[in-house]
């Protein structure tokens, strides 16, 4: 069975610092993995994935996250982080359970952008 | 490509009531997702449908379930509502490969 676990609730950063938000998963089998991102009074979006092939993905806002199999984490960085980026950021795994992919997401974590 | 809409967006019941969410998926999606969002407890996952089926299940008790139509559209129903329900429930879609979930702006449910 996947679980997922996101080892901060909240994380406080300076505008323009760098950030790196924690995820780790643990499943016995090949998984897809994700982040997402979800700002206030909204749903959740897809911010990046991880299907196969390269192990570094990066978004369009300048996020990226690395695929680690080692170490069964998948990390999200950002070298430079806007107050725009202040936001709740979901991991979630995917892997295959009973002839489907069933998605698992971690508990989340709250990025605060300080000015 | 119309999104996934979720209905009503936002609701008070009384304790005691019951209520039922709806959610309209992407076109063509057939799997349907419900979450409950509460800041204690983070993003809690519900039930989700497939094909009018449910295919799985999160740890809620009875008053919450479900049901999907043959359209793909999916409510969900709580009963008996405790001030604790109160949450932003999302729903998100999918297609049948799972390679990402679509979500929907949720419904805010209040419980007086």
């Known amino acids: 069975a996947q679980s997922v676990t996101q080892l901060d609730s909240q994380v406080p950063v300076f505008e323009e610092a760098p950030v790196e938000l924690r995820c780790n998963y643990s499943s016995s089998v090949s998984v897809y993995l994700f982040w997402y991102v979800q700002y206030p009074n909204q749903g959740l979006q897809l911010l990046l994935k991880?299907?196969?092939?390269?192990?570094l993905v990066e978004s369009i806002n300048g996020f990226e996250a690395e695929f680690n199999k080692s170490q069964t984490s998948f990390h999200l960085r950002k070298p430079s982080v806007h107050i725009s980026d202040t936001a709740e950021y979901f991991c979630a795994v995917s892997e295959r359970d009973g002839g489907y992919q069933k998605v698992t997401f971690g508990i989340g974590t709250k990025l605060q952008v300080i000015p | 490509k119309a999104g996934v809409t979720q209905t009503p967006r936002y609701l008070i019941k009384t304790r005691g009531q019951q209520v039922t969410l709806s959610c309209s998926p992407i076109?063509?999606?057939?799997?349907v997702s419900w979450y409950q969002q509460t800041p204690g407890q983070g993003l809690q996952f519900l039930f989700e449908?497939?094909?009018?089926?449910?295919?799985n299940k999160g740890n809620f008790p009875g008053r919450f379930s479900g049901r999907q139509f043959s359209n793909s559209r999916s409510e969900m129903n709580v009963s008996t509502l405790e001030l604790g329900d109160s949450a932003l429930y999302l729903c998100?879609?999918?297609?049948?490969?799972?390679?990402?979930?679509?979500f929907g702006q949720g419904t805010r449910l209040t419980v007086v």
């Open positions: 449908y497939f094909s009018e089926t449910q295919r």
């Open positions: 076109s063509g999606h057939r799997s």
């Open positions: 991880y299907l196969s092939g390269s192990t």
């Open positions: 998100a879609s999918s297609s049948e490969d799972n390679t990402e979930a679509f």
